[in-house]
């Protein structure tokens, strides 16, 4: 399999690809990210804390406990920050798939009603576009 | 309906004459246009840098225009994100929704925005006073694309 890494993932591995023999009893991503966490050294520190890994297998959005196999792409990055800028107003408590124990989607949290032309709450006022 | 994912610049003008390729049946078009400002959580901020997931990248904008095509009312749409290093003042980032009718657009519009920041593979480096610094998801950002989730 094809193992692609990106941002301060990339950065703490020291590479961006590599390809990869997918060990007996490695079925899921949180088995592989355990596998490589055990690696050591940058990797060790790559995957230091869950809660900031995200996954992707081909190219889709991954969970902890989705399949891989031999032959895929698989790619770990940190949470994404396309768009315009901001720095976190607040670090939001377990929104993260990987820390989930009840295998949702992770975008669980304070989800609100959005009403047009009613102020936002005072999180997202006076920040970014 | 169309995503780009590049380096260069973009003319916002011309994109907008693009997407609408003359048809008059539009009533509105709302544009969000994504700039580089030199301020970040109250630090100074030189040049940006965007890395990105090439494929994965145009592959999850797609996905995003077809479900914005879903859920509003909207005649055409585009996107377009740059990548690599980028100064204040610089556009980063182009979305455009155009629809019979303003309120759809609006909505389309800021639902684009609000997707794309937590579901596209971007990731920033801001070179700040005490270095390049990547930056951190917005806990906002995420609310904004859940509020989306409620239906």
């Known amino acids: 399999m094809k193992l692609l890494y990106f941002a301060w993932v990339r950065e703490r591995i020291g590479a961006h690809e590599e390809d990869f023999a997918l060990p007996a009893g490695v079925a899921t991503v949180g088995d592989l990210i355990a596998h490589l966490a055990a690696r050591g050294d940058g990797y060790a520190h790559a995957f230091a804390d869950p809660a900031q890994i995200r996954a992707a297998v081909n190219q889709e959005t991954a969970q902890p406990g989705d399949a891989v196999a031999d032959g895929d792409e698989v790619a770990f990055f940190p949470p994404m920050t396309g768009g315009t800028q901001g720095a976190p107003a607040f670090r939001p408590p377990s929104r993260n798939p990987f820390l989930s124990t009840d295998g949702n989607r992770g975008v669980g949290g304070k989800a609100q009603e959005w009403v047009p032309g009613q102020a936002r709450d005072a999180s997202e006022s006076g920040e970014d576009q | ?151």
């Open chain 2, 1 to 151: 309906m169309t995503v780009s994912v590049q380096r260069e610049d973009f003319d916002p003008a011309a994109e907008q004459a693009a997407m609408l390729g003359g048809r008059v049946d539009v009533g509105g078009v709302v544009s969000f246009i994504g700039l580089v400002r030199d301020f970040s959580d109250g630090r100074g901020v030189g040049a940006l840098t965007l890395e990105h997931y090439p494929g994965m990248t145009e592959k999850m904008l797609e996905k995003i225009e077809v479900e914005a095509q879903e859920r509003f009312d909207v005649q055409a749409t585009r996107i377009v994100h740059r990548y690599g290093r980028m100064e204040p003042g610089e556009r980063i980032v182009l979305v455009l929704a155009a629809s019979a009718h303003r309120g759809e657009a609006f909505r389309a519009c800021e639902f684009l925005i609000d997707w794309l920041k937590t579901k596209a593979p971007f990731w920033k480096v801001e070179d700040t006073e005490k270095g390049a610094e990547w930056v951190e998801a917005r806990g906002s950002d995420d609310d904004a694309t859940a509020r989306w989730d409620q239906g």
